[in-house]
Nanobody, 122 residues
Framework: QVQPVESGGGSVQAGGSLRLSCAAS????????MGWFRQAPGKDREAVAV???????NYADSVKGRFTISQDNAKNTLYLQMNSLKPEETAMYYC????????????????WGQGTLVTVSS
């Protein structure tokens, strides 16, 4: 079983960029649907992006054109490149595996990490 460990969070000004990484022990990422979700204090979880074993991606409408999810199977690492960040995107970002790669993939989560905090100031 995969055990994700996120890194790369931090503080950035609005309009800035961050690249999150998710390293994993266990089975290769290529066997799973892998994704990122985020959760801000007092708010519901929000699915951000997911990628399947073939490299097909699915993004939340709010991040399309600004965020890119990718994976390096050789390094067993998942990435989330986030550009043009907005203050309302301040949240804990989590890397997770899912049994499903399509819409509402975050309803089928299996394993997720401890998260990495992203803070976007205005």
């Amino acid at each position: 079983q995969v055990q994700p460990v996120e890194s790369g969070g931090g503080s950035v000004q609005a309009g800035g960029s961050l690249r999150l990484s998710c390293a994993a022990s266990g089975s290769p990422y290529s066997r799973y649907c892998m994704g990122w979700f985020r959760q801000a204090p007092g708010k519901d979880r929000e699915a951000v992006a997911v990628i399947d074993s073939a490299g097909t991606t699915n993004y939340a409408d709010s991040v399309k054109g600004r965020f890119t999810i990718s994976q390096d199977n050789a390094k067993n690492t998942l990435y989330l490149q986030m550009n043009s960040l907005k203050p309302e995107e301040t949240a804990m970002y989590y890397c997770a595996t899912s049994r499903y790669c399509g819409e509402n993939w975050d309803r089928y989560l299996e394993v997720w990490g401890q998260g990495t905090l992203v803070t976007v100031s205005s």
